[in-house]
């Protein structure tokens, strides 16, 4: 491939941890992405390429490949500790300028054997962050060997498009942004009670193994409750689950004005 350098070969080993491939580097920094620009999902999730990870010691029989996050993030920070010059990656979620949070990602340096694997920490780490805290804005202070595949990412990869349209368009009805900044935020977390009263009409439902449980009440006053008895376990018809749920969701809404 054109442009991408060779930086370490073989074996390479870094304290406890064994790097068994070569690692390259792409003048862009956009490491080891050749699939990332496809749309081949299945390619870019290759977690445990040339055995890089840490396996489970029980392996799920139906996913034999299953990488738990917290096992990666524990050998993650672990390297980064072991080293002598780590980096960091500062990134700041803005939800508007009085709701923000903030969190310091631990990378190695870009000639460090395993820095092929700063961006996909990176973007997992991100992607968890926003579907966790949410945000429409995204400010980056980092090394551009990350911060540039992240906006690739982004703005280009099916995944990442995903996320920019439902946190952007759809949750905060905002253009989603990802961006490189030298600014420092601090977290600003706020909270805001939500509901709290009893006004307008709702429906209470209780789903249950033996019983199905509903209420409709209108400012506050019962309406209707009532309890209706159902064995879901044998009727393996989706369509009679649903339509089970449905006639008693309808039952407790005739009581209320249309």
Known sequence: ?????????GNVKVGSFSFPTAVTHHPESDHFLSAEKSNSVADIWTWNMNGFWNSPQHRPELDPDFLPAILCWQQWTSLCQSISSPITLKIALLRSPESVTTFTLPLVPDHHPAAQ?????????????????????????????????????FSHHPCGIFDQNMMGDRIYLSPFTI????????????????????????????????????????????????????????????????????????????????
Do not use: Y
């Not at 491939?1 to 070969?9: E, Q, S, W």
């Not at 694997?117 to 995204?138: P, T, Y």
């Open 179 to 258: 961006t490189a900044s030298d600014q420092e935020f601090r977290d600003i977390e706020t909270s805001r009670p939500l509901g709290r009263h009893l006004h307008g009409c709702r429906i209470g439902f209780d789903l249950g193994a033996s019983d199905r449980k509903v209420a409709a009440v209108q400012d506050g006053k019962p309406l209707f409750s009532e309890e209706f008895i159902w064995d879901p376990l044998p009727q393996s018809d989706p369509d009679w689950h649903f339509n089970q749920i449905t006639d008693v969701l309808k039952r407790a809404a005739a009581h209320l004005p249309r």
């Open 1 to 9: 491939m054109d442009g991408i350098k060779p930086v370490a070969h």
């Open 117 to 153: 694997w700063n961006f996909r920490v990176a973007e997992r780490i991100l992607k968890f962050l926003l579907w966790s805290r949410g945000g429409h804005q995204v400010a980056l202070r980092g090394p551009d060997s990350v911060t540039h595949p992240l906006k690739h990412h």
